[in-house]
């Protein structure tokens, strides 16, 4: 497996994010682990809901992805199973539910270390067009004091900012 990159301004130095990524016929396979000390998580959240607004603000890992220029997708899973899904139309501006997750599936775990997870995902949910898929799979992990960020592509910028489309990249 690979690790994600840190973003330069993390807090936690020793915290690592494995990843392995296939781009399949139909789908998208995701896999990670967390290595962290210790989980920043919380229950108020829904387990396999795709409206858990707000869980970014605790351990998530989460995944990007579009086709083509424009709208992109956004999938979150927590240590605790939790997730969340969203279509982005403007970066910080314009958003809409994710009308279906086709036959994708998320999962998150607590392990020892910290946490893993996998995403599968269905292609038919990706918007834009073309064979291709671009995209980033992020980290954020710590508390809000303490937090930390990863990415496959991390910005260079003093703080992270993982709604950059310019900044997907190409999925083989």
């Known amino acids: 497996m690979k690790n994600l990159k840190p973003h330069r301004n993390n807090p936690d130095k020793e915290a690592r994010v494995e990843y392995r990524i296939e781009n399949q016929q139909d789908f998208i396979y995701l896999w990670f682990e967390v290595k962290v000390s210790k989980s920043h998580v919380s229950k108020k959240f829904e387990s396999e809901s795709t409206d858990n607004w707000g869980l970014w603000d605790f351990d998530v890992v989460e995944v990007f992805l579009q086709k083509s220029p424009g709208n992109y997708i956004e999938l979150q899973t927590s240590p605790l199973n939790q997730w969340f899904s969203l ?3 403007k970066p910080r501006e314009e958003t809409a539910p994710l009308k279906s997750l086709g036959k994708s599936k998320i999962h998150g775990q607590l392990t020892e270390k910290g946490f893993q997870g996998e ?8 918007p834009g067009v073309g064979p291709n898929i671009y995209g980033n799979l992020t980290a954020c992990l710590g508390s809000q004091e303490q937090r930390s960020y990863y990415a496959l592509n991390i910005n260079k910028e003093d703080c992270a900012d993982f709604h950059r489309p310019e900044l997907f990249l190409k999925l083989d």
């Open 87 to 89: 279509e982005i139309i």
């Open 119 to 126: 995403f599968i995902i269905d292609k038919s949910i990706i």
